[in-house]
């Protein structure tokens, strides 16, 4: 895909400091949500175009938190 | 295990290129080499014929009608512009049949190597639907006119006959026209999958 097609987004992944908190890692995290490393990864680190209702409630249900915890929009500074 | 998409067009591709290579490289070697200076150079003319019914050899039952439809010319001096034309008769069906062996083999190989939803496929598969859809009417336009003109260098009143245009193939080259768009949206929501978590 080239740099003109990626979409841009300003929805920022606090997944690092959800781990931090709970202290746990990313493989105990992908293991109990059913999903695997790479794409957990892909989500931490921004990369992910779009995620799964089903997703995001594991992801809640595991670290015990509301979507607003995992996910914030960050506007573009001007 | 899943079986191979395209295991089934992976085969014919592979053998429609290697025959189209066995059957036409040394033809075309040959026709180019040593075709421009043959001294007969022959034509087929369907406008001529003839009551056959005296025709030994053919028994023809009660109420039985034979005809001779169409005749062969032959220039025993042919000259280096019949040369060419009987050439470009012959050779451009080779040439339109070969590029589609090898363009269906080129397209394949994409699929197989970098997967069926990248834009390389949909590209080779437009790249296909184009020739087959611009061969399939200038091959036997091209191959008419050639015939054409050799016709009318051997005699005065040649008749001009349009060309049969393979309508199948033709088809078939809108139809991949319209499946590379299809596969362009579905390259698309292929690529969308991919950082779907």
Redesign the interface.
């Given at each position: 895909?080239s740099p003109a097609e990626v979409e841009h987004h300003a929805i920022a992944v606090h997944l690092d400091e959800l781990l931090k908190a709970r202290g746990m890692t990313l493989a105990e995290l992908a293991d109990r949500v059913g999903?695997t490393n790479v794409?957990?990864s892909?989500?931490k680190n921004g990369?992910?175009?779009?995620?799964?209702f089903s997703?995001l409630t594991k992801l809640c249900e595991v670290l015990e938190c509301q979507p607003g915890d995992l996910l914030t929009y960050e506007p573009p500074a001007l | 295990m899943a079986r191979n998409p395209l295991r089934p067009i992976t085969i014919v591709a592979d053998v429609a290129l290697t025959l189209s290579m066995l059957a036409t490289v040394p033809f075309l070697t040959l026709r180019i080499i040593g075709g421009l200076n043959a001294q007969t150079i022959c034509v087929h003319d369907p406008s001529y014929g003839t009551d056959g019914n005296g025709l030994p050899g053919i028994e023809r039952g009660p109420g039985v009608s034979v005809y001779v439809v169409g005749v062969r010319l032959c220039d025993d001096s042919a000259s280096t512009a019949q040369n060419l034309l009987d050439l470009l008769s012959h050779v451009t069906g080779v040439v339109f049949a070969l590029g589609s062996a090898y363009l269906l083999w080129r397209l394949v190989r994409f699929a197989t190597t970098r997967g069926a939803y990248t834009p390389q496929v949909v590209r080779a598969m437009r790249l296909l639907g184009w020739w087959l859809v611009v061969g399939s009417v200038l091959a036997p336009v091209t191959v008419g006119l050639a015939e054409q003109a050799l016709r009318a260098s051997m005699v005065g009143d040649a008749v001009w006959y349009p060309p049969e245009f393979p309508v199948a193939m033709l088809i078939t080259g809108f139809g991949l026209l319209t499946f590379a768009r299809i596969m362009r949206i579905g390259t698309r929501m292929a690529e969308d999958l991919e950082g779907l978590v």
């Open positions: 895909m999903v794409n957990l892909i989500l990369r992910a175009k779009a995620i799964r997703t | -």
